[in-house]
């Protein structure tokens, strides 16, 4: 991942800047991605983003028509990334009121000027990856874009790239205000499955390449390793070469510790032309799960039949004694016509009633369901959420090319501030700038997590579109031997021949054939 302030033009992308100056857009988050994040297999997602095409974005106040910006916005972006962003209109964009608040600089949080829309059948492939990385000051010429090679990225579990921008403080006296460019990449490779039973990687393994150098236009360049110990015990895993720093931070309320590679320093690549690390486990492991994250969650859809379903919303609170709330963004196209006097939210058996709701109905055609619900999570504690819908019949010429597939529901969309495990201070705050960033904390004692769950394939009552052409095949037949034999009666002109007595040459062969005992001709 790299992250870079726009302090200068000749860093900051020509096309983005235009964009961002031109639409008057205050802040730009832009996710891709291939694949589902498996909490349960994987821990907490660092930087995790729904499956497809995401895209939130916060206008200027000055901006006076947002929706026909926020369409040209996407038209735009669809032609820089190569994406289907030009899909975006008003049957899957929202504008949510308590969800995705600014992580930039911020005068006002005028809910109208926020828009938010998922692509959930979007596919990330190699057309997407080479735009976003055009946008990196060395392209992938040089530095930490050199392992970015496509052929592996996309050989993976999980994939995905974004692109974040926003202002921020020039200096510590926020006297300037600076546009922050900030690209992202989220890669999972199963080392275990691909390395024969083990789970020993290095960056050869996994890129099929190693780091030469770093890019020239780069002031900071670093290699963090996750070495954070298991159990307590350090001695489980050995990483080479060996690290010239460690670096212990507060990542998501747990104390993690890092193998620092600094690319810049000239000692780095005396002994060696590349750098290629290496990590290793001294004895295998009895289990490769990680630790259950306090916030997850999952959804899924139920029923029987083409006419109604229920959509259910398992939030689970894994914290043994501290409760908090958690927002809930649902947003269901408008073919699934929710049932909203069906809503239950139900926590260890009793009904748990939210302290804020906001629901937008949705109208055919034009927008869809929005559900928006503040809901306490007590310790220890499994939520269910649940709703029923009733599926609606499309036109014949609204159906994908392969109806029989189903319908995405992009998914569902938690924000929390979670109570954190280790306190953080303000000297960790300092000697964490990345860090920080990254994973913001509020007071030190919780952490924000933005949080998706699965998205859902509901199917929708389908006609037989083999039934047209079979109609049109049987009558062709019916009114091509109707209308030819008809034609024939109509145009056909018949003539009467008498029957000839034969000739001479025929007389003397009856008479013959007569002699032989032979029928005449």
């Known amino acids: 991942m790299g992250r870079r302030p726009a302090a200068g033009r000749r860093l900051f992308p ?198 030469t150098d770093a890019c020239p236009l780069a002031s900071q360049s670093k290699v963090y390793v996750d070495i954070s110990p298991k159990n307590k015990e350090n001695e489980l895993l050995e990483v080479t070469p060996t690290p010239a720093s460690v670096h212990e931070a507060i990542v998501q309320g747990d104390k993690r510790t890092y193998a620092v590679y600094d690319l810049l320093s000239p000692s780095l690549f005396n002994t060696s032309r590349s750098l290629n690390v290496q990590l290793k486990w001294k004895r295998p492991q009895d289990s490769s799960d990680l630790p259950t994250p306090i916030l997850h969650a999952q959804r899924y859809v139920s029923g029987y039949g083409l006419q109604t379903g229920e959509i259910s919303t398992l939030i689970y609170n894994t914290h043994p004694y501290r409760a908090f709330p958690v927002i809930l963004l649902e947003t269901v196209p408008w073919y699934l016509r929710l049932y909203v006097h069906t809503l239950t939210i139900i926590t260890k058996g009793k009904e748990n009633k939210p302290s804020y709701i906001h629901y937008q109905p949705a109208q055919d055609r034009r927008r869809p369901h929005l559900l928006e619900m503040l809901i306490q999570l007590p310790a220890n504690s499994v939520t269910k959420i649940t709703i029923q819908f009733e599926r609606a019949l499309l036109k014949w010429t609204e159906y994908t090319p392969d109806p029989n597939h189903g319908f995405y529901v992009s998914s569902s969309v938690l924000s929390a501030l979670v109570p954190s495990v280790i306190a953080m201070k303000e000297v960790d705050v300092e000697q964490s700038p990345l860090f920080t960033s990254l994973f913001p904390s509020s007071d030190g004692s919780s952490y924000f997590v933005r949080l998706y769950t699965e998205p859902l394939l509901v199917n929708l009552p389908t006609p037989d579109f083999s039934m047209p052409y079979n109609v049109i095949c049987l009558t062709c037949t019916v009114v091509a031997v109707c209308y030819g034999s008809f034609y024939n009666l109509l145009t056909r002109t018949f003539h009467v021949e008498e029957p000839s007595r034969g000739g001479l040459a025929k007389r003397l062969a009856n008479i013959i054939r007569k002699f032989r005992g032979v029928p005449p001709l």
């Open 14 to 211: 020509k096309a983005l800047g235009r964009l961002v100056a031109a639409l008057g857009v205050r802040e730009l988050h832009l996710a891709l991605t291939q694949g589902f994040w498996r909490t349960r297999a994987w821990g907490q997602p660092p930087l995790q983003a729904p499956a497809g095409a995401e895209l939130w974005v916060w206008f200027q106040p000055t901006v006076t028509d947002v929706d026909k910006a926020w369409k040209e916005l996407s038209n735009i972006l669809s032609g820089i990334f190569c994406a289907s962003l030009n899909f975006i209109d008003s049957t899957n964009t929202v504008t949510p009121t308590a969800s995705f608040k600014p992580l930039g600089l911020a005068n006002g949080t005028d809910h109208h000027l926020l828009r938010y829309a998922v692509l959930p059948r979007e596919v990330v492939c190699t057309e997407n990856l080479t735009p976003w990385k055009k946008l990196l000051p060395c392209g992938s010429k040089a530095g930490l874009a050199v392992l970015l090679k496509a052929e592996r990225l996309f050989h993976s579990s999980y994939h995905s790239q974004a692109v974040h921008i926003r202002p921020i403080c020039r200096d510590a006296s926020c006297l300037a205000v600076s546009w922050e460019l900030r690209q992202t990449l989220t890669v999972v490779f199963d080392t275990f499955s691909s390395g024969q039973g083990k789970k020993d990687w290095s960056l050869f393994k996994m890129f099929s390449r190693t780091l």
